[in-house]
T-cell receptor, first 114, second 117 residues
Framework: KQEVTQIPAALSVPEGENLVLNCSFT??????LQWFRQDPGKGLTSLLL?????REQTSGRLNASLDKSSGRSTLYIAASQPGDSATYLC?????????????FGTGTKLQVIP | GAVVSQHPSRVICKSGTSVKIECRSL??????MFWYRQFPKKSLMLMAT?????????EQGVEKDKFLINHASLTLSTLTVTSAHPEDSSFYIC?????????????FGQGTRLTVV
């Protein structure tokens, strides 16, 4: 059974700082990995999707990397802003069978202090 | 990207009543949709897999008579929380996948915040 863990569970940083969020998964047979942000009481916003054959994806100040063999992904946020405050979730999809169930990580709650 | 619409976004209901949540794929056909639930300060947990034209597959510990799922068309799945109780208050979200068989990105609805009073 796939297990996805995110460290740290919570993070508080001053505005402008660069930061890294970590995601680890136990079964490396994944099809892709996706990073989301969730604002309090809101739904999910997709940030970056990395296919299993890719090593990284970039969008603006965000960069996500994937090391499938070691079961790890990182989300790098450059020059953090108060608007980045949210909970960040990573999710993996299996590379087997007809089912495409997504397993979500435990989340990292980020607070960027002005 | 593809769009998944979930309705309503928020609902407050009285204990004992039933609530229906809709999940629609707006610009693609989805043979499979998934329903997730998020407990306070917890991550999203898969509740069930909704298959068009057949019975849903529920995860262990999820009461199928409590959470009725219907996937009557290739663009619509519904989750009905029957005889809701305060402990059913939660955030529910669906995701949909295309019917082509190609493993594409999972598209998520915006979620429904259910409060049972």
């Amino acid at each position: 059974k796939q297990e996805v863990t995110q460290i740290p569970a919570a993070l508080s940083v001053p505005e402008g700082e660069n930061l890294v969020l970590n995601c680890s998964f136990t079964d490396s047979a994944i099809y892709n990995l996706q990073w989301f942000r969730q604002d309090p009481g809101k739904g999910l916003t997709s940030l970056l999707l990395i296919q299993s054959s890719q090593r990284e994806q970039t969008s603006g100040r965000l960069n996500a990397s994937l090391d499938k063999s070691s079961g790890r992904s990182t989300l790098y946020i450059a020059a953090s802003q108060p608007g980045d405050s949210a909970t960040y979730l990573c999710a993996v999809r299996p590379d087997s069978g007809g089912y495409q169930k997504v397993t979500f990580g435990t989340g990292t709650k980020l607070q960027v202090i002005p | 990207g593809a769009v998944v619409s979930q309705h309503p976004s928020r609902v407050i209901c009285k204990s004992g009543t039933s609530v229906k949540i809709e999940c629609r794929s707006l610009d693609f056909q989805a043979t499979t949709m998934f329903w997730y639930r998020q407990f306070p300060k917890k991550s999203l947990m898969l509740m069930a897999t909704s298959n068009e034209g057949s019975k849903a597959t529920y995860e262990q510990g999820v009461e199928k008579d409590k959470f009725l799922i219907n996937h009557a068309s290739l663009t619509l799945s519904t989750l009905t929380v029957t005889s809701a109780h305060p402990e059913d208050s939660s955030f529910y979200i669906c995701s949909a996948h295309s019917a082509t068989g190609k493993k594409t990105e999972a598209f998520f609805g915006q979620g429904t915040r259910l409060t049972v009073v």
